[in-house]
């Protein structure tokens, strides 16, 4: 019983041929290029502060150094060589993209602009696979209380917000972001003013009754407000 519990052989390699380690190096270059082809799939949410290659690092090695602790047909030498395999790439791909622009931008992607000249783009929600409550919430968080305020929000790669303010004496009525405010929203007008879209955020004067955005279409809107940002 004793000799079995400290079988070498066992522990090391699991009793399997030294042939099976170039199994291994395949394995895990296929598993590297899976979890970050799935992880650049999902868009930029959730990375923050970690690149996308840290994150990729992390789900590799948390695997390959959890298995061979307590299962038994899984040997250490595979999976230091795992270890192994997936630093030499993350070594390997961080040096591309900082040789290459093109590589990096495939790997980490562009930046992604939400707003430009005080207007929401929408497309770049689908893009950055954003909703527009968390883009609302991000501004909040930065003392924001309407779109007015705000002239340019870009996504960077590692998913932080950068943002350009208006200064005091350039901002105008904008789209109010605050939900106890959104919930006034309508799509009947009940008097001549002006109205913030609901959904792109452009403002304009308009007739009671109902209006469609010439922007984006939308039906629904809401009273701008012009307070100065409070930071």
């Known amino acids: 019983m004793a000799a079995n519990a400290l079988d070498w052989n066992r522990i090391f ?3 399997l041929p030294l042939e099976f380690l170039g199994e291994v190096v395949l394995r895990s270059v296929i598993m590297f290029v899976v979890i970050l082809a799935t992880i650049r799939a999902s868009g930029k949410r959730g990375i923050k502060q970690l690149s996308v290659f840290e994150l990729v690092l992390i789900i590799g090695l948390g695997s390959a150094a959890g298995d061979p602790m307590f299962y038994e047909d899984v040997g250490i030498v595979p999976a230091m060589t795992v ?3 997936v630093i030499l790439l993350y070594i390997g791909v961080t040096s591309l993209a900082d ?3 093109w590589v990096e931008q ?3 992607g562009k930046p992604v602009y939400i707003m430009k000249e005080g207007r929401v783009i929408l497309d770049a929600f689908k893009s950055s ?3 527009k409550d968390e883009f609302f919430g991000a501004l909040r968080i930065n003392n924001v209380e309407h779109l007015g305020q705000v002239k340019t929000v870009l996504i960077e790669t590692s998913g932080d917000f950068s943002i350009l303010f208006f200064t005091d004496g350039e ?3 904008g789209l109010p972001i605050f939900p106890h405010l959104l919930d006034n929203k309508t799509d ?3 008097s001549d003013g002006a109205y913030a879209c609901c959904d792109c955020g452009s403002v304009g004067n308009l007739s009671k009754g109902k209006h469609a955005c010439t922007a984006c279409g939308c039906g629904e809107w ?3 407000i012009d307070s100065k940002r409070i930071s």
């Open 13 to 15: 390699f699991n009793d």
């Open 83 to 85: 270890f192994f395999v």
């Open 99 to 101: 040789r290459f622009v």
């Open 106 to 108: 495939i790997l980490e």
């Open 129 to 131: 696979g954003m909703s």
């Open 171 to 173: 901002v105008k009525a």
């Open 188 to 190: 009947q007008l009940l």
């Open 222 to 224: 809401i009273e701008p």
